[in-house]
């Protein structure tokens, strides 16, 4: 089977798309078991408030300092200043090489993109 006839198999049929939104229970729990898995996933991700601040009881001493150093890092840069919604991509990519130029880290920018990732994906 090739990919594109995978991604097709997997799809959920419109007819029970549209019973599960006009509130027929079986469709609305095929719908529910098909997206199982990523419904899990997101509720185990971590999500951050404004202030950058993890929702995530105890989390390491060393995280949050390395976090708090994330956000002095950002007040210092013109990313750190412009409102999540107005933030691209390419703005996220030119950041990672700005930091690369002033010396810090491959690891550290990775660790750094990885922890703002869901804030840019999410816009939260």
């Not at 950002?74 to 200043?81: F, I, M, N, Q, V």
Request: hydrophobic share 30%.
């Amino acid at each position: 089977m090739t990919k594109s006839a995978c991604t097709r198999a997997s799809l959920i049929p419109y007819p029970v798309i549209a019973a599960a939104v006009g509130g027929d229970p079986e469709a609305v729990n095929r719908v529910v078991r098909h997206y199982s898995g990523y419904i899990a996933a997101l509720s185990t991700r971590t999500s951050y408030g404004p202030d950058g601040n993890s929702h995530r009881k105890n989390v390491k001493r060393s995280t949050e300092k390395g976090r708090e150093y994330l956000m002095s890092v950002l007040k210092e840069d013109p990313l750190g200043s412009r409102s999540i919604d107005s933030v691209k991509l390419s703005d996220a990519k030119e950041w990672a090489i700005r930091m690369s130029e002033k010396g810090y880290a491959c690891k550290t920018i990775s660790n750094w993109k990885r922890s703002l990732k869901g804030s840019l994906l999410h816009g939260d």
